[in-house]
């Protein structure tokens, strides 16, 4: 509990104003480094997944490169790409680093937006003549919303939490007290950097979980139609023949 306070007095203490670098202009860097990556990845991965679940091509090859990016250490990509493309290049190879790590979860939560859908709301779009462009636009992307921004909601998490890594290779961001700390044996510091790390992730989290509630279409938060199919059958009125009618 010692620990804890003391990480608290380190953070809130003035002192964090007047550092080298100020604490407000780590969690600058941090924040930074997170949504740029994130951009970055969305910009490449939106399309591509849209492109799968819209034709249905090429499944198996996204979910087999999701899958295998999904599997690489964070600490140890960042190492290769420093060393692959030059310790002169850092901010270079981390933010590929980053996005890397980034992708996979925004590419599942783009081709698995439009492959929920259920199929007779396609064809009935079809019927009614809309384009292939129209239906994308139209219907399964603003249906397929809320699972692309779950996809972007675990991204960014992924993403600010490995950004802390940043600092072992000297770009800043609030890893760089946690490092600092760990040299000097101040655990105080170690703690309240973390902590400020955690409080980051559970803000960009909320933020994104208003998002994906917001995004889901109106005519879906307004209530289910119920299918017929599963509808419990309507009692139907039993009129008896004129003769039955006059017995008794």
């Known amino acids: 509990m010692n620990l804890f306070i003391d990480a608290l007095i380190w953070i809130f203490s003035p002192d964090r104003l007047t550092d080298t670098v100020p604490l407000p202009a780590?969690?600058?860097q941090h924040l930074f480094f997170t949504f740029l990556s994130v951009l970055i990845a969305a910009a490449i991965a939106v399309p591509v997944g849209y492109l799968i679940g819209h034709t249905?091509?090429?499944?198996?090859?996204?979910?087999?490169v999701a899958?295998?990016?999904r599997a690489l250490p964070s600490f140890g990509l960042i190492l290769l790409l420093v060393l692959v493309i030059g310790v002169t290049q850092k901010p270079l190879a981390s933010f590929i680093a980053f996005v890397i790590l980034a992708v996979p979860s925004i590419l599942a939560g783009a081709y698995a937006g439009l492959e929920q859908i259920d199929r007779r709301v396609i064809d009935a779009a079809r019927a009614v003549?809309?384009?292939?462009?129209?239906?994308?636009?139209?219907?399964?992307?603003?249906l397929g919303l809320p699972l692309l921004i779950g996809g972007v909601r675990s991204a960014a998490l992924q993403v600010v939490a490995t950004v802390t890594l940043a600092a072992y290779i000297g770009l800043g961001g609030l890893?760089?007290?946690?490092?600092?700390g760990l040299a000097l044996r101040r655990f105080d510091q170690m703690l309240g950097a973390a902590l400020l790390v955690v409080v980051l992730a559970l803000l960009i989290?909320?933020?994104?979980?208003?998002?994906q509630h917001l995004v889901v279409p109106r005519g879906v938060t307004a209530?289910?139609?119920?299918?017929?199919?599963?509808?419990?059958?309507?009692r139907r009125a039993v009129v008896g023949t004129p003769i039955e009618e006059g017995r008794g």
Do not use: C, H, N, Y
């Open 205 to 211: 989290d909320g933020l994104f979980a208003i998002i």
């Open 175 to 180: 890893g760089l007290p946690i490092i600092q």
């Open 223 to 234: 209530g289910r139609v119920t299918d017929v199919r599963s509808s419990p059958p309507r």
């Open 26 to 28: 780590l969690i600058g």
């Open 129 to 142: 003549g809309m384009t292939e462009w129209q239906i994308l636009l139209k219907v399964e992307i603003p």
């Open 67 to 69: 899958g295998a990016a």
């Open 56 to 64: 249905g091509r090429g499944r198996e090859i996204a979910v087999g």
